[in-house]
């Protein structure tokens, strides 16, 4: 029973993510496009937009903890119950320290504690491809399809912190618009980083999509 709840879970979490990003992204497309609003209501849209952002970051979170938990009492990883309890912990940890990012974002601290954030990134999913690299060549036993499937969720991760290093650099040119003023060339460079962040989006579902086809399908 408890597994059956949880694969609710696991589905309507995804939901949640594509919901979140779609809202995101349609904020987002305004902002960059809303060259003749003043910059007070234009920069506080884009606090919205950061606010709702907070919302694919739980997400990711949810689908990483949940995917644990499940693979651990499915059999399809070692470790059962006690993996499973040690990635709910660590899963409800996570998303403390993400909410916490986003409350002190402003200050220096948080500029920190989102390096380390993005750290963590890094080794994750660094790890996700050595374990699929590692049961392909058959070092570590693992289901081929399980294994693409942490490769893949790899790959949503780096394309997570592919987006994130695309906002980094609008908010680049969003102080200097702040600070001096909109030119053309500033809301071209806006528009361009808009552009290339959405295209990691639509290839960061495509892993998705790829990961839900493997996980119903589980080819042989």
């Known amino acids: ?35 003749s609003m003043p910059f007070d209501e234009r920069n506080r849209l884009m606090e919205h937009v950061m606010d709702v952002d907070q919302h694919v970051r739980y997400a990711l979170v949810l689908q990483a903890g949940l995917g644990t938990v499940l693979a651990a009492l499915l059999g399809y990883v070692p ?14 940890l996570w998303l403390g320290f993400v909410e916490t990012i986003h409350r002190v974002r402003h200050a220096g601290l948080g500029q920190k504690l989102a390096l380390l954030d993005r750290v963590i990134r890094y080794v994750l999913l660094f790890f996700l491809f050595v374990v699929g690299v590692a049961a392909a060549l058959d ?41 001096t003023g909109s030119t053309t060339e500033r809301e071209k460079e806006i528009w361009w980083i808009y552009t290339w962040g959405t295209a990691i989006l639509v290839l960061l579902w495509v892993f998705i999509a790829a990961i839900v086809v493997l996980s119903v399908m589980k080819p042989g």
């Open 1 to 35: 029973m408890l597994v059956e709840v949880l694969l609710i879970f696991h589905i309507a979490v995804l939901g949640y993510w594509l919901g979140s990003e779609f809202v995101i992204n349609s904020g987002y497309r305004y902002v960059c496009r809303g060259s």
């Open 79 to 92: 470790g059962g119950s006690t993996l499973a309890w040690g990635a709910g912990i660590v899963g409800i």
């Open 139 to 179: 070092a570590i036993s693992l289901q081929g399809w399980f294994a693409l499937k942490l490769v893949l969720f790899g790959c949503v991760m780096a394309s997570g912190v592919g987006i994130r290093i695309s906002i980094i650099e609008f908010f680049r040119v969003w102080r200097e618009i702040e600070a």
